[in-house]
């Protein structure tokens, strides 16, 4: 399953029925999937359906919705106010009992009120079909809205992949920095020790080597080491797996950031300090793609 963006367009238009309609799907970033939709009057019915379909292929992110719908050409036809033709018949006679010339039937037609508009109501037919029409207008802009998101998701997860494999090199600086040796490390806590005892003869040099020892488990990396390449490899196979990974994602960055930061004040060496606050503006920048993420 691909990787998705929350991040989309599609569109889709047509005409049925002499209407011509056109669907605007609309995405951007969200925590949850939250669908607004407008249907103008006399489409209400297709919303609770149409919520469904989105729901059954979407899971995040903020869906605007919009369908505009209008007839082509004229939608009426000309019908005769009869009692108003009656009436206007009944004065043309009695002016022609009183000398008038005879009305003709252009001149009756064309008094104001006797021709009216009236709006061809579509039959239940052709009603079934402009619904169908639309509806499956929508179908094609919501799959266009996922091809969208899965493309944009591709160039995405392209980017985060680079970005685990600087945090990994990283951890490989981490891992190879001299200071971490045996040797460093036991040369270091001497010097130390031998400070103290030097400074003051009432040391009890037994203890202070315990002392010591303490210092040096709290002060090695290996924990927060093998915790970052296994963050790593869960980040690396959530991508192989595709499909809703965004929650999941977010919460491994903030364990990469909980690591580094323990890195960064577990060191005692100025080098993995500098590559510790490396890693977190990694973290920091891979955290900030992973928003886009479904």
């Known amino acids: 399953m691909a990787v998705r963006s929350m991040t989309g367009y599609a569109s889709s238009d047509g005409i049925a029925c002499n209407v011509a309609w056109m669907w605007e799907l609309r995405a951007v970033n969200g925590k949850g999937l939250d669908i607004r939709m407008r249907i103008p009057s006399g489409f209400e019915g297709l919303e609770q359906k149409l919520r469904g379909k989105c729901a059954d292929v979407l899971t995040r992110g903020n869906l605007q919705i919009s369908l505009t719908a209008k007839e082509q050409g004229a939608a009426t036809e000309l019908v005769v106010n009869q009692s108003a033709l009656n009436s206007i018949i009944k004065i043309a006679k ?21 021709l009216e508009e009236r709006h061809i109501e579509r039959s239940d037919e052709e009603q079934s079909q402009l619904l169908k029409s639309i509806e499956d207008g929508f179908y094609k802009a919501l799959g266009e809205l996922v091809k969208a998101r899965e493309t944009e998701g591709n160039a995405l997860a392209d980017v985060l992949r680079g970005q685990i494999s600087q945090i990994e090199e990283g951890v490989e600086k981490v891992i190879a920095d001299p200071s971490r040796s045996q040797k460093a490390i036991k040369e270091r806590l001497q010097h130390q ?9 009432n040391f009890d040099e037994e203890r202070l080597y315990v002392e010591a020892a303490i210092l040096a488990t709290k002060a090695d990396l290996q924990e927060e080491i093998d915790r970052l390449l296994a963050h790593i490899d869960s980040a690396n196979a959530l991508l192989d797996e595709g499909g809703a990974i965004g929650r999941r994602l977010d919460f491994l960055a903030q364990e990469f950031n909980r690591e580094c930061n323990t890195i960064c004040s577990k060191s005692n060496a100025a080098a993995v300090t500098a590559v510790g606050l490396e890693l977190k503006v990694l973290v920091d920048q891979f955290r900030e793609q992973i928003q886009n993420v479904e």
């Open 193 to 201: 020790v031998q400070n103290l005892i030097d400074s003051n003869s």
């Open 94 to 114: 009695d002016l022609e009992d009183h000398g008038f010339d005879k009305s003709s039937t252009d001149g009756l037609l064309s008094i104001r009120g006797v």
